[in-house]
């Protein structure tokens, strides 16, 4: 187990698709209030995004931490696993990047888990690298505690993270213990700006400018906006009244539709008092101007 005495936290990613992962990462490296004990990525091709996080690693200085390349197949589903990250033309060519393949990422999880015992784990992506981790050693990883990005909370609508294996979602949320949610309802009021984007990325900054070549090309391809979900985690890790989270146990719908990969939390149509089993918690409400302060602060 490290000495170091920051709060020790384990980064699940999807880098390379939407910019907000990258976003995270780096307000993660550059905060002291944090030990990253280790990476891993998933979704589709994680060997290139673990790529890409070691490139972002080595240009914030932090070459020692981890990084494994996690299950890129769903449970069920079967996407196009050779199918490159969005943004991994920004990868910069001509360097050899060590990708941690002594495990896979379930078993990587859990030894940081296993080392960690107050460790909390940073879900900014599907669950499928906690579902299995919770399947081959349920009692240490129900020690953990993890938030997430995904789900939405005020209405029956799916969310990426989610969508992308439910099954995944279903298990982590049947086993886990402590597990705070951050749904789209949320994230989506973390909007950024093309201004306030501008005044992240300075002309001189070439780290920053290299991130800002990964959101033109995220929204060259997408066409969406820039909206920085995952970071929130982040700054809640780092300010925890930027929200307000509300207790409740919820799981996922699996079949359906218009509804498989939905949320759905515990209610009764009879009484206003629920008795809440878990510690789940999910997040109903944000303080946008307290976020960005945060991320103008961490984001360099």
């Known amino acids: 187990m490290s000495n170091n005495t920051g709060k020790r936290i384990l980064i699940d990613t999807d880098l390379g698709d939407d910019i907000d992962d990258a976003a995270a990462l780096i307000m993660?490296?550059?905060?002291?209030?944090?030990?990253?004990?280790?990476?891993?990525?998933?979704?589709?091709?994680?060997?290139k995004r673990a790529e890409m996080v070691l490139d972002l690693c080595e240009?914030?200085?932090?070459?020692?931490?981890?990084?494994?390349?996690?299950?890129?197949?769903p449970l069920i589903e079967r996407p196009d696993y050779e199918e490159d990250p969005i943004q991994y033309e920004i990868l910069r060519k001509g360097r050899k990047y060590p990708v941690y393949q002594e495990m896979n990422g379930a078993e990587f999880i859990i030894q940081k888990a296993k080392e960690n015992p107050d460790l909390?784990?940073?879900?900014?992506?599907?669950?499928?690298?906690?579902?299995?981790?919770?399947?081959?050693?349920?009692?240490?990883m129900k020690q953990t505690n993890i938030i997430a990005m995904g789900g939405v909370f005020s209405s029956s609508s799916p969310e990426w993270n989610i969508r992308c294996d439910p099954e995944a979602a279903r298990i982590v949320m049947d086993y886990a213990e402590h597990?705070?949610?951050?749904?789209l309802d949320v994230t989506k009021y973390c909007r950024i700006s093309e201004e306030f984007l501008e005044k992240l990325c300075p002309p001189?900054?070439?780290?920053?400018?290299?991130?800002?070549?990964?959101?033109?090309?995220?929204?060259?391809?997408?066409?969406?906006?820039?909206?920085?979900?995952?970071?929130?985690l982040i700054a809640y890790l780092l300010d925890p009244t930027v929200v307000n989270?509300?207790?409740?146990?919820?799981?996922?719908?699996?079949?359906?539709v218009n509804t498989r990969g939905a949320i759905v939390y515990k209610t009764n149509a009879y009484d206003i008092h629920v008795e809440v089993e878990k510690d789940f918690k999910y997040a109903e409400w944000i303080d946008v101007e307290k976020f960005r302060s945060i991320v103008k602060e961490r984001i360099y």
């Open 204 to 232: 001189g900054n070439e780290r920053m400018q290299y991130y800002k070549r990964g959101t033109e090309i995220f929204k060259e391809k997408t066409g969406y906006p820039i909206t920085f979900h995952d970071a929130l």
């Open 59 to 73: 240009q914030y200085e932090k070459k020692e931490i981890e990084v494994c390349a996690g299950y890129g197949i």
């Open 120 to 140: 909390t784990i940073v879900e900014m992506g599907a669950m499928t690298n906690l579902a299995k981790a919770f399947y081959e050693a349920p009692d240490i």
């Open 245 to 256: 989270l509300r207790q409740n146990d919820f799981n996922v719908e699996l079949s359906g």
């Open 28 to 47: 993660a490296m550059n905060s002291t209030e944090f030990e990253i004990v280790g990476i891993t990525t998933v979704y589709q091709n994680t060997y």
């Open 179 to 183: 597990l705070t949610m951050f749904g």
